[in-house]
């Protein structure tokens, strides 16, 4: 082909796009520059990725910041995950900093504890209110409640085979217990208020069709979610294109109908009425139930406490859902500005629990960006005693943060539905990533605890962290968030038991470095950490 005849070519496209650009009345940009224009909508959609690769500096980007994000991918590769030369953190200056107090003298356990006894909580789940099938969690790090639907079914099989690896649970959100689930990592199964995979034909509960998923699957737990961070006391609509044949029969909802979650449970109605559900639950199904909320107005707390007090009826667990947190879509309105942040919300509502003298009846689930080390010690020194993670668990599958979670176009097949996407996610080398994510979080949180001087991270204690103010001032955290003498530790009972668990005969000194292996690789390694 003639170079004249491709320039022609070219020239007429060029022509066409112009007389559109004129003739349209969308877009006036278009209208008053033609062709050139379409260079400014282009760079407005790749404005993401550039600031991502080019513009922005290791600790600037949100939600998650490119420092961070590459100590998940290191650590779900098994790759050097240290940094080199000091920190990049403006410290002295940067209100809200956490500084964890380290101790000069301390005893510690041995280096390779974590993945032996594989981290366990300090509590019994159901324990304090007598339930059949009560157990300690061999994980304090777990996976969130992240929905197939809004997940793909691959992303749904990585994390829990990446569970099952790890000794972690996995919560299957509010979308109901898909195959997908069941890849042998134990469940903690999530009721929203559509009662997905457990509601009768007209959306109401149904008892029997709950007890029915909770036989078939390996499901420790029961989490009846309140609300959830990104978009607290908002209902969902899933629209009935997108309603398959395995998201009907998974769910429970008719085929070529929109498909609508409704804002407020329909299965009690105020704080009395939850609580008999709960313990219906409870009763009918032998598992620990508790439930699951974004933090706004204090009464429905309050009242939860003064009923609970009474120790007739309770909820065995709480998960507090910072406003941080966020997985899937909402409005920017309920990402940005609705319910509070995690470390507010969740010590407003441990004071209620302590008020009532139930802190040690409950146990304390964290959620709202808590997959790294430094947010997860606050959390444990708050009082929280899980952690359970959601976009770092997405991270360490794939996701790289790209924003498209509401699009459907997901690049690396994590959050989409979309067959060619998802097919590029293979499920069991992702598992491992994600098992070792989670490995790698336990260990680093035993080392923080060792240089605390504590057997377990649930010793840590409010005391043992300060927050920076800014201008080269610092208060400790119960100052900052008014916390009594007492609050956010365990009861002597709860502490000389995991103490015991965890160092059987007592702390003792460290026979070699627990850092043996780790630290730099060979020279002419890549040190990258990259994109998966």
Known sequence: MKLSRVIGGVGVALGAVAVRDLTQKRHALLRNYPVIAHARYWLETIGPELRQYIVTGNDEERPFSRDQRSWIYASSKQENNYSGFGTDNDIEHTPGYAIIKHRTFADSLPHDHAEKVGLPSAKVLGGPRGRAKAFRPDSLINVSGMSFGSMSGNAIQALNRGAKLAGSMHNTGEGGLSSHHRQGGDIVLQIGTAYFGCRNEDGTFSLDKLKAVIESAPVRAVEIKLSQGAKPGLGGLLPAAKVTQ????????????????????????????????????????????????????????????????????????????????????????????????????????????????????????????????????????????????????????????????????????????????????????????????IRTFRKEIVKVSESVGVAHPSLITADNVDIMCGDYEARSLRTVYGYQEGWGELGSSLAAEITELMAPGGSRPESRSIEEGEGEKPQGQDLTTGIT
Not at 287 to 309: C, Q
Not at 332 to 359: C, E, H, K, N
Not at 361 to 380: C, E, M, Q, R
């Open 246 to 437: 395995e998201i009907s029969e998974i769910r429970g909802i008719p085929m070529g109908q929109d498909c609508a979650s409704p804002s407020r449970h329909t299965a009690f109605t105020d704080v009395d009425s939850l609580l008999d559900f709960v313990e219906l639950i409870a009763t009918e199904t032998g598992v620990p139930v508790g439930i699951k909320s974004a933090v706004g107005e204090m009464e429905f707390w309050h009242e939860l406490t003064r009923l609970m007090a009474k120790r007739d009826r309770g909820v065995d667990f709480v998960t507090i859902d910072g406003g941080e947190g966020g997985t899937g879509a909402s409005p920017p309105i309920f990402a940005d500005s609705v319910a509070l942040p995690f470390r507010m919300g969740f010590s407003r509502v441990y004071g209620t629990f302590a008020d009532a003298g139930l802190t040690d009846d409950v146990t304390f689930i964290g959620s709202g960006k808590l997959g790294l080390v430094d947010n997860a010690v606050v959390a444990f020194a708050l009082g929280a005693d899980m952690m359970n993670v959601a976009r770092e668990a997405m991270m360490s599958i794939g996701c790289i943060q790209s924003q498209k979670c509401h699009t459907d176009r997901c690049p690396t097949g994590v959050a989409t539905q979309d067959p060619w996407l998802s097919h590029g996610l293979d499920p069991t080398s992702k598992a491992e990533r994600c098992a070792q994510y």
